[in-house]
């Protein structure tokens, strides 16, 4: 384990006193207080590229907040944080116009809290402080990747980034707070770690959209698994870490296709000048089907990034690999909610990594008795975990192809975030406030203040001192050599990395 201490300087500009030793571990992270221990971490294949570092001796704040034409600008959240800039005098978020409340876990990249806006309780919000000094060069491309990619979107199922705070040697990302957790955690709630299939088929259809969305933004996710699929207040989903992303150029498409139909309720021998009829007798007519096809089907990288269970046999090659490895994710996503393990996984993670170059088909433990749902559930999985990536059901023509199988049979797609989640053990769904469409609208909970909050504000606390103090309340997950968080970070990067 590396450990690096940094000495910083308080600077007078500074929202908080950021004068503390940070300790930074390189492969070491306190496991998360919100996260089951079970869950595992995302991999990497790169060692020793740590970035040498340099005290900062200047602070410089820069407060960015998402652009006020947001179509959610109504919603507590940026009211909230409206009201707030409007107070300030120069008109922008700054941290101290925050206060945190809870710490909710720990990543590779940074912590995250809990926080509200001073004087407003009615919103709040994850505050991902991530502390650049104390990372290497790979990381720190990813905290940029994830910064840029959570500025680009605006979906139901994914984080909005509400402000992004650059002070001093911190990056603050504030976003979305998800109170119910992650699906890994409610999983291992579930009996046998099995969701019902109908639930499976709410959560992977609420996924798809996500993917699809990213897809048509040029997004390759590359880190779909329960663990980053946090669950809104409502029960719907929030997909989360964008930092293994990679972007491509959406160069959008038209597939254009002759087919031809039989016609209706026609069998007669001869042709009409609108059809011909087939050797069958068939009357059939030609038709041009056209449709857009807006996701980077092209777009390709050689770097090998995932969790093992969950990747696509093309990124083990290093051959290139585009959005289909999140198919293939998300396959194996619907196989773990249906049976609670994964599909590849072996006794050691290189005996995943082989099960998952080797084996040919994807096998299932069937059960008597099981419906209609289940047998098509598992078409899907076999339709997704094909791996030749040419063959996979979504590499042509993107989320499109997966949204008609049967499995989503009865989804009506546009109205899907209106969907009342699964009642399932583990999963309590507020109902937000009715609109007037009669969807659900996600509305932020008011935790109460905790009383190491005044602990924190008492001790002189500012940012720099909650980070350092992590032990010192009973709620902190504490960073020790002893809980690792998993201990199975690893870069892959192949060489001749896209
Ligand atoms: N928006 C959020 N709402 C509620 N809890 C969150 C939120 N974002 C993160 N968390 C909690 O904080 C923990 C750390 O999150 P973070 O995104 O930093 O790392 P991670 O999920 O472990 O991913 P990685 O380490 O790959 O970046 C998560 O495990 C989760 O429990």
Redesign the pocket.
Known sequence: MDVEETQLHRCPSADLDFSFNSTATDRT?AS????SSL?R??LTLSFNDRLSTTSSTTTTTTTTIKNSLHHRKCDPHWSAIKTATNLSTDGKLHLRHLKLLRH?????????F?CQLRDCSDASF?L?VIDKDSLTKKKLS?VQM?GEILSMLDHPFL?TLYAHLEVSHYSCLL?????N??LHSLLRKQPGNRLPVQAVKFFAAEVLVALEYLHALGVVYR?LKP??I?LREDGHI?L??F??CFKADVVPTFDRRVQKKRMAGSMRKGGNCFGAVNRRGVEEEEVVEEEFVAEPTAASSRSCVGTHEYLAPELLSGNGHGNGVDWWAFGVLVYELLYGTTPFKGGSKESTLRNIASSKHVTFHVMEGEGKAMEEARDLVKKLLVKNPGQRLGCTKGATDIKRHPFFDGINWPLIRNYKPPEVRGLVAKKGRSHPSGRLQGGASSPRRKSWWRLWKKGGGGLGSLLRNKGSSPRYCSLSNSQH?NGNYHHYTIRKSA
Request: aromatic share 8%; hydrophobic share 30%.
């Open positions: 992270f998360s207080s919100a996260r869950a971490s995302s909710l876990g720990t990543g590779n990249l940074g912590r995250v809990l994850a991902k990813h994830e984080p976003i979305d707070y998800c109170p957790g992650d880190d663990e980053n946090l929030m989360s870490d930092d293994l968080y």
